[in-house]
């Protein structure tokens, strides 16, 4: 069975509604196990098989926790290589909260 992973940053919930769509689709997926996380270690990560970061955008740059996990993985040459990859990257929803509701 695959493993998909997506891992969510949001400040005002906004990204984190993004990130449990996509987790609720990736659901509907036959052979798929996702698991949705606000924090992961990163010597975790090597044991999905794909990953999603859901984050916003301040100031043209990534959270800081985010930022930090994945300067982590390449001090301690976490082997992230051969991964599918994707990521959520919210610039203006995230500041308006009345596009989903909130």
Request: hydrophobic share 45%; glycine share 6%.
């Amino acid at each position: 069975m695959a493993s998909f992973l997506v891992l969510y940053y949001s400040r005002t919930g906004n990204t984190e509604k993004m990130a449990k769509a996509v987790a609720e689709g990736a659901r509907t997926v036959q052979g798929v196990e996702v698991e949705t996380a606000y924090y992961m270690a990163v010597e975790a990560l090597t044991s999905f098989d794909a990953l999603t970061f859901g984050v916003p955008t301040y100031h043209h740059d990534m959270p800081l926790n985010i930022k930090n996990l994945l300067e982590e993985a390449a001090v301690k040459k976490i082997v992230l290589k051969g991964k599918n990859w994707s990521c959520l990257r919210l610039l203006w929803l995230e500041r308006r909260s009345s596009s989903f509701g909130s």
